[in-house]
């Protein structure tokens, strides 16, 4: 910056390409979880980087979803339990999913089986969009499940 070879400007948003590319490849992993906690202060020796990692999250969670077996995931969680979490209002709005995410969100109001949510949707395009959706969901912490372990979290 003293040189004049970059401004203050440039080198942050530099800065923030890094973060976003750093956890992008943390969102790529195949094991691990990550948690998103409201209120918690950033510590006053850490730089704070004006990035938003809601896209980053969605984008990943997208790309996700659409590598899923349907068949294998409708043959496996037939009897999970699906719960909405406590978060999910506020993280659903800033994800922004999508209208079949939100369409399933909006349809789940206390705790039932992934069985029950695919009795209304006979159409294979709709059962798809489910698992996608559930896949999402449940990936964002938008939902719990209780219950058969999801054939995506056995990927290695």
């Given at each position: ?25 943390l ?20 730089l ?10 969605r984008?990943q ?54 069985r ?30 209780d219950g ?9």
């Amino acid at each position: 910056i003293a040189l004049g070879i970059l401004s203050a400007v440039e080198l942050f948003q530099h800065i923030g390409n890094q973060v976003e590319s750093r956890f992008q490849e943390l969102l790529s992993w195949s094991s691990g979880s990550y948690r998103f906690y409201r209120g918690v202060p950033c510590p006053s020796d850490v730089l704070e980087v004006p990035v938003s990692l809601f896209p980053l999250v969605r984008e990943q969670l997208l790309r996700g979803s659409e590598t899923i077996d349907v068949d294998e995931a409708l043959r496996v969680m037939g009897d999970t339990e699906v719960t909405v979490t406590s978060l999910s209002s506020v993280l659903a709005k800033r994800l922004d999913l999508g209208p079949d995410v939100t369409e399933l969100l909006g349809s789940v109001s206390k705790p039932c089986s992934v069985r029950d949510l695919m009795a209304s949707r006979k159409r294979s395009q709709e059962q798809k969009c489910l698992v996608r959706a559930l896949y999402m969901a449940s990936e964002a912490g938008l939902w719990s499940l209780d219950g058969s372990r999801p054939p995506w979290q056995n990927r290695d």
